[in-house]
């Protein structure tokens, strides 16, 4: 008998957990965050950037290099030296690369990089990369890779919409998520809230937190349905 596939977690709960991982400096060899089926949430995956960004801040002696490949300034050669030569200051080195389809669709030999070197043993201790949106050859090998040291995440939005067994508005997706990043402010929310607020704000991320943090503002930390009509209205 087939094995049971493991519950697909939902974007709200795997984007906490990759936080928290990341956080504590559990990371893969290659961290790849990329496109989705369907469309993306790309919020999710600069989180868990962000979240990297503050592990390595911890890290004394740790040769950091954190880069925008859809910056304007982009330099490949500040890449490809990072990814080709050890630091002359330090053994430990990492890397954050975001924005990374427009660089890669550009030079395509960077995809193939990466996984030489995440495959080596050798390089950076971690390396995340957010490609973003992108049909680029590129991209598709990166995804396209089986390498044991490399793991996928695939962020795709909230859905707004309850699912059929239980179709109250606050067991949607979206109304989860609220509540639970609520939880983790330390604030509240009554029976019928979240199911509210995602229809008055939609369920993107970013407008649901920024609603939150408006509360919080107004010092309302038990969130009833109808603070959020009224704060809307």
């Not at 519950?7 to 559990?26: I, M, N, V």
């Not at 950076?124 to 996928?152: C, D, N, Q």
Request: charged share 25%; net charge negative; aromatic share 8%.
């Amino acid at each position: 008998m087939a094995a049971a596939r493991p519950k697909q977690l939902d974007p709200g709960t795997e984007y906490r957990q990759w936080c928290g991982l990341a956080s504590a400096g559990e990371l893969p060899r290659l961290l790849l965050i990329l496109p989705p089926k369907g469309e993306e949430e790309p919020w999710f995956g600069e989180q868990v950037a962000a979240a990297v960004r503050g592990f390595a801040a911890t890290q004394e002696g740790l040769d950091f290099l954190d880069i925008d490949g859809g910056s304007p300034d982009f330099d490949v050669q500040s890449l490809d030296n990072f990814l080709n030569s050890p630091s002359l200051f330090t053994s430990r080195q990492a890397l954050v690369f975001t924005r990374a389809a427009k660089a890669i669709a550009k030079y395509p030999r960077l995809a193939e990089r990466l996984l030489e070197v995440a495959s080596s043993g050798e390089g950076p201790e971690f390396m995340v990369v957010h490609t973003g949106a992108s049909t680029a050859k590129g991209v598709k090998a990166l995804a396209a890779t089986r390498i044991k040291a490399a793991k996928k995440l695939r962020f795709r939005t909230l859905y707004s919409d309850p699912p059929p067994w239980r179709p109250e508005p606050d067991a949607s997706e979206a109304a989860q998520f609220v509540a639970a990043e609520a939880k983790l402010q330390k604030m509240s929310m009554q029976r019928g809230a979240a199911g509210s607020l995602v229809a008055l704000a939609g369920s993107r991320p970013a407008d649901l937190l920024q609603a939150v943090n408006h509360f919080s503002l107004l010092g309302i930390t038990n969130i009833s349905e109808d603070d959020v009509h009224e704060v809307a209205s």
